[in-house]
């Protein structure tokens, strides 16, 4: 029921926007929909894995400059840049998960930092490609059938699409074996590998899932913003990519997108001056005390508090 | 069926486990007994594959399974509990079984297919949980007694189907009424599974082996019936102590 609504205020938005004359706001959704999509995509190997990634922007960003950098090199076909851009992303997640994943705790979370910053360096200092500047698409991918992606419009519904599909694999895969395997490894690994389960192979297999649908969500919110830019790979990218994940509910199937959602929300209102003035500037405060507050009160995030009151 | 062959492991200058050669018959219950830090646990541990051997063999049904991965030696038909109970707290304790039954029945690289629509798997799962009378079966295996939980831990290892189970202080912590249970428990699991069991309760062991080997300072100092194991003189003096005398 929840859900049906939830997809019906989505499908809608657009118009209701159009309507009162706001269609910023539907450039604004578009973005937090693409930030639900890299929210899911951490909390499949953070929360339902239990693998703490605090580089998850390597493979965000990795997807943003690929599409970038083919449109640069005149590859601006949709069903071309995309699909590399995915590939390319799991490919980083491979090598990565593959040498992070010989370590755990601590160690896990600082290799997998310390990747991602390696990523944001190589891209610094790729001067053909921008470098600190980053790099500009000079429009979104080309999608061919007469349909163009620059109407913000059709933008939308293709990203709203494309996030529907995605969580609805997420909630196959969860619900399937592999999602029960990946959840007991996270539970108690050393009884995993005590019943049969090749525990290593498994992880590596939902991080590169993982860094695939990041890839994605990379690919879109370059043709979002039509900028590439280093600050995508930043480790503060990851950081925030963790924070709505928290906010949302770890280990909730609904953690990331709604904590993307209320995150970015957040961000939107309290960095605009008509509430705040000058103090406008320091959103980040009034931010940081309402996620101390979730954090504090609600241990499992919003969604674990949303389905709590509905118990 | 399991040959240890000169098996020993150390860490740093501590020798833990010092040649050890050991035999395990199919079919049979063998007890490794010892007093505290004399290396069973480590052994164990050798033999499951979750700590490597320094030097040695470990033979399971004529074949070398020295250098294998722990979850292939479960595979193998090689399986264990822990003397630490170790369960997935937070699933229930159909779901606790029906994990490790789909560990061995197909591929879990399984991503479409709905875990629910696999009856097959939680109809095992029902007939672990009577086997070792765990009837409430639908909470979460957290919320089980202590006797429930220990008996869940040899429903795990049960659950791979294993040719032998290496049983690992199972009656860790229990009381008079527990024990005998996972005595009864220990008699039934060994009508079909080789046994070696690693126990403190000497009550238990001379009740339930049919071979005894005895571990001291890393060392095996003895094998052989529990009889002989009673009268022998070095056992009685390294551990038994008069306890077992009169």
Redesign the interface.
Known sequence: MRILLVALVAAAFPWAMHALGQDFYTSFATRVLIYAMAAASLNLVLGYGGMVSFGHAAFFGAGAYIVAILAAEGITSLWIAWPVAVAVAALAALVIGAISLRTRGVYFIMITLAFAQMMYYVFVSLKAYGGDDGLSLPGRSSIGLGVSLSNDFVWYYIVLALLALVLFLLHRLLHARFGRVIEAIRENETRATAIGYPVYRYQLLCFVISGAVAGLAGALIVNQTSYAGPTLLHWVQSGTLMIMVILGGVGRFWGGPIGAAVLLVLEEVFSASPLLGPYALHWQLPVGLILLAVVLFAPQGLAGALAKRSQ | MLSLRDLSKSFGGVVAVDRVTLEVRAGEVHALIGPNGAGKTTLIHQV?G?LPADTGQILFEERDITRL????R??AGL??S?QVT??????SVL?NLA??V???SG??????????A?RALFDEARDIAARINLTRVDIPAASLSHGEQRALEVG??L??RPKLVLLDEPMAGMGLEESKRMIDLVRRVRESVTVLLVEHDMDAVFRLADRISVMVNGRLIATGAPEAIRRNEEVRRAYLGDELAA
């Open positions: 499951s979750s991965a722990a979850h292939e479960v595979r399986a264990r822990y170790s369960l997935f707290r937070r699933f779901d994990l490790a789909q560990a061995r591929s879990s690289f399984s991503f479409w297919r709905p875990l629910a696999e795990l290892a659950a791979t």
